[in-house]
């Protein structure tokens, strides 16, 4: 028996473990993948679940080195959507049975956004009749802030980790307090401490990270007990800092097949959670999204931005669906989902097994 069908065999991974799972290649890769698509099949079903995005501002004070809209970044083009707009889109998810929306921004923490959001939050939930399931995307809030979106009926966050080896952190991140590693962390510990669906997750194949940081990335993920992830390939952004250390990166392929297999090992290691299927997979490889269904992603984010504001919310290159529109999108997945031998768990929330298993036992 390959040393790769030894370890899937294993109850759990240790480092080294997830280090050969990330080093494989040819029928051992595939392996992983088979083993992985089986997981998924028999803990969370082929079913794919809709999150309508909704990128409603790009204006973010912050100033992360890899990220193309970035605060420094002069050459972008701000929008911030009315409320009315993003109602709309709201409805639009609500209409064509999506069940859940992630309202996505640049981050702010002022006094006049973190009501706004509160104020967005109430108004979707009353003209979707309560109905639909809210998840935000805005960084990092205060305790407070964050206690105040989940009482006005959010229940799921997304705040990825970005990479769990601080000194990493350190290089793709400003030196200062508003990007602060322990911060993000402790956030993390908030929105779990308040009931929130917790997600995280990290860019792989950023410059000057390993394969034992990606490693630790998994072992941390397993151990903070998250409840849904996203990991999508580090795409490199000639508008940012990090650009220049674009000689460093591995070629996008191989950062694509890497962020697969991190997907195919999380699934392994973390059997029910939600696992999304990230836009940055397809901006390497037009069938991307696909392929990460295929072995074990179960979650996909439809773009419900309107058409014309998505040219200015590129975190990164050769982002798709930037010209298309939110019908175009329904139709496009639908299609596409259908050739991966899953069905679209229309109208159902789709929360985190894992998060309900674990509310059931407590
Ligand atoms: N490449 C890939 N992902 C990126 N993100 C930001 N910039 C990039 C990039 N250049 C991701 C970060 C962030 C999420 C909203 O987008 O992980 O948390
Ligand atoms: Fe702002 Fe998020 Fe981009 Fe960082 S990653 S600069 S917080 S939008
Ligand atoms: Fe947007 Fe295909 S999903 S164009």
Redesign the pocket.
Known sequence: MSKIAEILKKETFTQSDIISLLESEGDDKQLLFKESAKIKKEQVENIVYYRGLIEFSNICDKN?E???IRADNSNVQRYNLTNEEIIKAADFAYKNCYASIVL?AGELANKVFINRVTTLIEKIKKSTNNEIGITL?LGEQTEETYQRWFNSGAHRYL??I?TTNSNLYKEIHPNNIRHNFETRLQCLELLKKIGYQVGS???VGLPFQTYSDLANDLLFMKIFDIDMCGM??????SE?P?YQFRHLLEPKEKRFELTLKMIAILRIMMKDINIAAST?LQAIDPMGREKAIKIGANIIMPNITPGKYRNNYK??ENKPCTNEDAEECNSCLEMRISLTDNEIGDGKWGDSLHFIKKNLQT
């Open positions: 992360c890899y990220c193309g996505q995307s705040l990825r970005e997750g990290v860019m999508g390939p580090y795409i490199e952004h940012t990090l940055a975190l990164y």
